[in-house]
């Protein structure tokens, strides 16, 4: 059965340094790989998504992500933490398609990442 | 342009009582989701319409859930009789028949004493 990982539930970096977001994925297939941040009490919100082509994906926020297809990786990445990036993190990987031409996504048990000043 | 709208955003109600939640997708979405967020997990599929259709529901639970979306616009989720595990964010999300993004609303959040 297709599954997402996500390494470590809560993350804690000081403003202005590297994070880094582990994601694994499990599909028969290369799936399509999505990020989402959630802030309290609202809904997701897509930063980045890997479908096809250029294997580095760069979203909003400034952050990017790079399908590592030998390692079933899609680690999320931001060069400088900004107190605002203060969220829950959410992988997603859509590991078949249907028929209709959408999708439907597994989602990983989410990080929540903490900015600290 | 106007995201998914849900309602209500907060509800409290007693065990074995019924509750329904609303949504409203993004204009011209064909496809619409539900999910259920238990704390401290990821989003779960509970049902996702095609237009008017339920086209997977397999991990509904059938014996106190239901849902409907009529003319395949608005949906409505519905539990009867709620139980303490019922306890969750409910979210309801809406994409383009032809795109894999989805787009989420802000949820509903359930307790049930």
Known sequence: AQSVTQLGSHVSVSEGALVLLRCNYSSSVPPYLFW???YPNQGLQLLLKYTTGAT????INGFEAEFKKSETSFHLTKPSAHMSDAA???CAVNPSR????TYKYIFGTGTRLKVLA | E????QSPRYKIIEKKQPVAFWCNPISGHNTLYWYRQNLGQGPEL????ENEEAVDDSQLPKDRFSAERLKGVDST???????LGDSAVYLCASSP??????YFGPGTRLLVL
């Open chain 1, 36 to 38: 989402y941040v959630q």
């Open chain 1, 56 to 59: 580095l994906v760069k979203g």
């Open chain 1, 88 to 90: 829950e993190y959410f």
């Open chain 1, 98 to 101: 249907y028929g209709s031409g």
């Open chain 2, 2 to 5: 106007a995201g998914v709208v």
């Open chain 2, 46 to 49: 509970l049902i996702r319409y």
């Open chain 2, 77 to 83: 989720l519905k539990i009867q009789p709620a139980e």
């Open chain 2, 97 to 102: 028949g032809q795109s894999e993004t989805q």
